[in-house]
């Protein structure tokens, strides 16, 4: 009887190693657009996405901010696509700085696990600058929450001092089909 156990879970084992479920994932950005409203403070010089194969297309951006900030503010919205862009999930204010200091929200760990070692946004306040994104893309094995099936927009407001400075907003599309692998 303990052999079959033993037999079972070895087979189990096998089976679940050789299928790679992230095959059967599609996760890749769709559109950027990145827009400043205070080119005084802040300014972009370049945000772009580049198709690298079907299934990956790589973020670039290069910005420079202007003057130093300890005072960063991020209003973060998720919207998912359903006749339009519809409110899903996650509505939510973020201290740039306190967030860079503790990795105290959940949420935005996961989307800066994405940008942390493709940039050098990866230090605590005061910013001043250039600001470089290069080759970033999105890997379905840092997504720790289970999304549906669809597209979705992410906008992200970044204010300095309370003021409004400049708008990134993401599209991206997640496709997750077990059944085709």
């Known amino acids: 009887m303990e052999s079959k156990l033993i037999f079972c879970v070895l087979f189990g084992i096998f089976i679940a190693s050789s299928f790679d479920f992230n095959d059967a994932v599609v996760f890749k950005f769709t559109n950027v657009v990145c827009e400043s409203f205070n080119k005084s403070w802040f300014v972009f010089h370049n945000c772009r996405l580049k198709a690298v194969s079907r299934s990956k297309v790589t973020l670039n951006m290069n910005a420079t901010i202007l003057h130093p900030t300890n005072d960063m503010t991020c209003h973060a919205q998720m919207f998912k696509r359903a006749s339009g862009y519809k409110p899903w ?6 201290d740039v700085c306190l967030f860079l200091r503790r990795k105290n929200n959940p949420f935005f760990s996961i989307v800066y696990s994405f940008f942390k070692d493709l940039s050098n946004f990866n230090h605590t306040c ?56």
């Not at 999930?89 to 973020?94: A, D, E, F």
Request: net charge neutral.
């Open 126 to 181: 005061p910013y001043v600058g250039a600001i470089i994104v290069k080759d970033v893309y999105l890997r379905p094995e840092l997504l720790r929450l289970a999304m549906p099936t669809g597209d979705y927009l992410l906008s992200m407001k970044w204010y300095y001092y309370q003021k409004h400075q400049f708008d990134m907003n993401f599209s991206f599309t997640f496709v997750e089909d077990l059944l085709q692998s």
């Open 89 to 94: 999930l996650m509505n939510i204010k973020l």
